[in-house]
């Protein structure tokens, strides 16, 4: 799912100081005129410097930048593409069936970048029911060949928004693997009477019909994503994990011990989706073990019952562990105390917890660790990774512990809530 973010580029262009004709104290004294920042000329500017725009001379690129300048929401993308530095690819099928669009992206950029051209391109449909017209989404795997080896994802499809743009970061995998030192960044379009698919559409006003490609190096990238017009996806490209270390990582995650006997096949589906997937964290490959791993959300902004969501989603990942009952998440009046409860082999467990600026304690994983310590189960809840206020815990048997302690790929391996969220947490009931 995409998130756009718009960074904030303002500059001040200069200073211009004016001053009386004399000393005379009448209300005409010294005062100093600021030039109003530009940010429009000075995110144009920065492409030069970068360089870009180098096909118009310094007369033709000002009466360029009053021109483009109007259109607010595409105009130095066009501006971009009127100078042959952007690639523009019109995504309209036009009554092509995505999988011969995937290709005509293909041969674009192959033409533009001969050293990225594919020489050979399949596509199969994941559903069965490709030919049912009236199927709101489907999913189809595109795989490409560059030399000797191959590169395959799974795609996903709206019937409105037939081609998934992120196509090109199979390129930058491929980019990866042979140690290029440029990736390709995508650049959306938006516009005013885009036809939304519903009130909560993640797409927004994105004009899901039209795409840009730029080919930066990081100290470009670096430099150009600070431009809010130029509109670049924020994804930041040069940390898109290469095949050897996807091999690498899940290798690590396969002698951790977590996916035991019975979990083959999970295990399985799991280095299969990751390998359809282009990668830039390990959180990401945790996402699909959703059924071992678990997100604890820290940050209550859209959470009314934060304490009783985390009790379950450890129930949900625990495989059968931990089943508490009656739980409750009950706020105490006015404060940001709650009071917390849940049953488990019959025994009631509750307990006083706070919030912090927004914060849900930590220590709610220490909270049910506690339960499954005193109910005798062999095993807790530990926190292996954590990203801004989300936490990803999974339940570890006391058998295999130090074997996945060892195998090298959790970031972190806390029992309980994650040390360094604690620390937060406390911090914030200090301040």
């Known amino acids: 799912m995409k998130k756009y973010y718009l960074l904030a580029c303002l500059s001040i262009s200069g200073l211009v100081f004016t001053s009386c ?8 004294s010294d005062s100093v005129a600021t030039v109003q920042s530009d940010p429009f000329r000075d995110g144009v500017m920065k492409l030069r410097r970068n360089g870009f725009l180098k096909k118009y001379n310094e007369k033709e690129l000002d009466s360029l930048i009053e021109l483009y300048r109007k259109d607010q929401m595409n105009g130095m993308a066009d501006l971009m593409i009127a100078s042959g530095d952007l690639m523009h690819i019109d ?7 995505p999988h011969e669009m995937y290709s005509i992206i293909n041969d674009s950029i192959g033409n ?4 990225l051209k594919a020489s050979d391109i399949k596509s199969r449909y994941v559903t069965e029911k490709k030919a049912d017209k009236s199927l709101d989404t489907m999913w189809i795997v595109t795989s490409q060949k560059f030399g000797n080896a191959v590169y395959e994802r799974q795609l996903y499809c709206f019937s409105d928004w037939p081609v998934d743009e992120f196509y090109y970061r199979m390129y930058n995998t491929m980019m990866a693997d042979s140690a290029m030192d440029t990736r390709l960044f995508l650049v959306n379009f938006y516009c005013d009477t885009c036809r939304a698919f519903g009130d909560d559409d993640f797409l927004g006003n994105l004009d899901y019909e039209r795409m840009g490609l730029i080919r930066l190096t990081k100290q470009q990238a670096d430099t150009l994503l600070t431009i809010t017009q130029l509109m670049l996806e924020p994804e930041k490209e040069f940390d898109i994990y290469s095949t050897k270390k996807v091999d690498d990582e899940l290798n690590k995650l396969s002698k951790s011990g977590i996916f035991g006997q019975g979990t083959e096949k999970l295990f399985d589906r799991v280095v299969e ?3 359809q997937t282009s990668i830039y964290s390990q959180e990401q490959i945790l996402d699909f073990a959703d059924t071992f791993f678990c997100h604890i959300s820290l940050d209550t902004l859209n959470d009314y019952n934060p304490f009783e969501d985390a009790i379950n989603a450890l129930a949900e990942a625990s495989r059968g562990n931990f089943k508490p009952r009656f739980v409750s998440d009950e706020r105490i009046g006015n404060t940001n105390i709650h009071h917390v409860s849940f049953t488990f082999n019959g025994v009631n467990y509750d307990k006083e917890m706070e919030l912090q600026n927004g914060l849900v304690s930590p220590y709610i994983v220490d909270f ?3 339960a499954l310590m005193e109910q005798g189960v062999k095993g807790a809840f530990y926190t292996v990774s954590t990203s801004d206020n989300v936490m990803i815990a999974v339940y570890i048997a006391d058998e295999i512990t130090e074997q996945a302690k060892g195998c090298g790929f959790f970031p972190i391996f806390d029992k309980g809530g994650a040390m360094e969220l604690k620390i937060v947490f406390d911090q914030a009931g200090v301040l």
């Open 21 to 28: 004709g004399d000393n005379k104290n009448d209300n005409k």
């Open 91 to 97: 995504l309209s099928l036009e009554g092509r069936a």
């Open 112 to 115: 533009r970048y001969p050293d």
């Open 273 to 275: 989706d990751v390998k």
């Open 368 to 370: 049910v660790n506690q």
